[in-house]
């Protein structure tokens, strides 16, 4: 199921506490780009057709990551790429947009996809996973 644009970034707008759409949708975009780095094949394409069209290609085409990142270091690069942003800041818009990315995902796939991903990012998006 496709989530359509407008119920995505409302979503996301309010996990994250923004003051406007245009702030949800630059905190989509950056997130979404790097996440695609660190997904691949079935997955990212799984994931890609559940998310609104303009943010699957997004994730189609990411920010190019020579590794996968630790969870504290995606942070930090979500950081760099959003003007204005801080740890604590990016912390959130990455948590606000994961969170809804894992509803949209759904639990089978979130579990694939967390299995891509180095540990601890269940907890960027939202769904601690049993140790």
Same mark, same amino acid.
């Given at each position: 199921?496709?989530?359509?644009?407008?119920?995505?970034?409302?979503? /996301?707008?309010?996990?994250?506490?923004?003051?406007?759409?245009?702030?949800?949708?630059? @905190? #989509?975009?950056? &997130?979404? *780009?790097? +996440?695609?780095?660190?997904?691949?094949?079935?997955?990212?394409?799984?994931?890609?057709?559940?998310?609104?069209?303009?943010?699957?290609?997004?994730?189609?085409?990411?920010?190019?990551?020579?590794?996968?990142?630790?969870?504290?270091?995606? /942070?930090?690069?979500?950081?760099?790429?959003?003007?204005?942003?801080?740890?604590?800041? @990016? #912390?959130?818009? &990455?948590? *606000?947009? +994961?969170?809804?990315?894992?509803?949209?995902?759904?639990?089978?796939?979130?579990?694939?996809?967390?299995?891509?991903?180095?540990?601890?990012?269940?907890?960027?998006?939202?769904?601690?996973?049993?140790?």
């Amino acid at each position: 199921m496709n989530l359509r644009r407008e119920a995505f970034l409302d979503r /996301v707008k309010e996990r994250g506490e923004y003051d406007s759409l245009q702030e949800a949708e630059r @905190a #989509a975009r950056v &997130v979404l *780009a790097l +996440l695609g780095a660190h997904l691949v094949g079935e997955v990212r394409a799984q994931l890609a057709a559940r998310l609104p069209e303009d943010f699957a290609l997004i994730l189609l085409n990411p920010l190019q990551s020579a590794e996968p990142l630790p969870p504290e270091r995606f /942070v930090r690069a979500t950081a760099a790429w959003i003007e204005g942003a801080t740890e604590q800041t @990016a #912390a959130w818009d &990455v948590s *606000a947009v +994961l969170s809804t990315a894992a509803d949209a995902a759904g639990d089978d796939l979130l579990g694939q996809i967390l299995l891509q991903l180095p540990a601890g990012y269940d907890l960027l998006f939202g769904r601690p996973q049993p140790a």
